[in-house]
Nanobody, 124 residues
Framework: QVQLVESGGRLVQAGDRLRLSCQVS????????MGWFRQAPGKEREFVAG????????HLDDSVKGRFDITRDNARGTVYLHMNTLKPEDTAIYYC?????????????????WGQGTQVTVSS
């Protein structure tokens, strides 16, 4: 059983920066590919960023390339989403998830464990 707890979301202004954290805990000595997704009101959950188990490979959705970055600290069991130059369209609940394998990294059904989410609101 793994637990994922996101934090760091809040109300910010357009152009601001924010760092989200995902604390991973549970009875596992393996590292997994981790992803960040987001879901805006009335929209489907969408992939934002992902990082390999060792942190040597990352994926970013085109909508956030050049503005967001994802890193991880396996010693601390934490995955970070670094968000810069935030836009109102980035407003959403952001979820951290652990990829179980199988489907492609950008598909939500590739992930078997999810956090409760953290709200990011960007005002114009």
């Amino acid at each position: 059983q793994v637990q994922l707890v996101e934090s760091g979301g809040r109300l910010v202004q357009a152009g601001d920066r924010l760092r989200l954290s995902c604390q991973v805990s549970g009875r596992s000595n393996r590292f997994y590919y981790m992803g960040w997704f987001r879901q805006a009101p009335g929209k489907e959950r969408e992939f934002v960023a992902g990082i390999s188990d060792a942190g040597d490979m990352t994926h970013l959705d085109d909508s956030v390339k050049g503005r967001f970055d994802i890193t991880r600290d396996n010693a601390r069991g934490t995955v970070y989403l670094h968000m810069n130059t935030l836009k109102p369209e980035d407003t959403a609940i952001y979820y951290c998830a652990r990829r179980a394998g199988g489907s492609s990294y950008y598909r939500a059904d590739a992930y078997d464990s999810w956090g409760q989410g953290t709200q990011v609101t960007v005002s114009s």
